[in-house]
């Protein structure tokens, strides 16, 4: 399934919402829900990685589940899932 995230960071609360492409249904939302506490400038660099690794494991998991559904036949040229299966 083609998806589109939409993300925020900075000075504004972060959210992070991904949408379906074909449909453009939100299929995963996520905003912050109170103010953070007071936090150092070493934690918050801290927190911004582990964020941007997350991130990238989310990505890293998501290519290697189409990859593998590419090598099974799961899904045509487009990345479609296949009709009849």
Known sequence: M???IHSTLGDVPP???VFDASSGSVRL?????QKSLET???ET???SLR???AFHDLLRRR???T???YLKSELDDLGQPRKGR
């Open 29 to 33: 939302a996520r905003e912050a829900t």
């Open 15 to 17: 959210n992070l919402h």
């Open 63 to 65: 290519f290697l589940r």
């Open 45 to 47: 660099v801290l927190m």
């Open 67 to 69: 990859t593998e559904q």
């Open 51 to 53: 964020r941007e690794e």
């Open 40 to 42: 150092s400038e070493e």
């Open 2 to 4: 083609p998806y589109r």
